[in-house]
């Protein structure tokens, strides 16, 4: 069972002109029960960014534009279309079913 999800999580960055740049892509993953997970990659490539944005701890200019993040099948947060939501403590209906 995955302790955490996240998934097609996407993170820009705003210019003092305005202008959005991509800085994370579409990134999903699960981290399950009793397990580590490693995030490697290059430096400047997005590593901080992603787990900022699961965190919801971006810097003012920083913005999630889309994704989802749940924590123990509660959902934590849902953007779409650059629009979020956080619904803390709300379980997702998959997780009510067959209890």
Known sequence: MA???VRNLSVNYL???GTALCAVEDVSF???QGR???LVGESGC???TAMLGVLRLLPAEGRIVSGEVRYEEVVFCTCRN???GSTVGVKSPSSSKGR
């Open 30 to 32: 699960n981290l399950e």
């Open 3 to 5: 302790v955490l999800e």
């Open 36 to 38: 580590s997970l490693g």
């Open 82 to 84: 650059g629009r979020c």
């Open 46 to 48: 997005g590593k901080t």
């Open 15 to 17: 210019t003092d002109q």
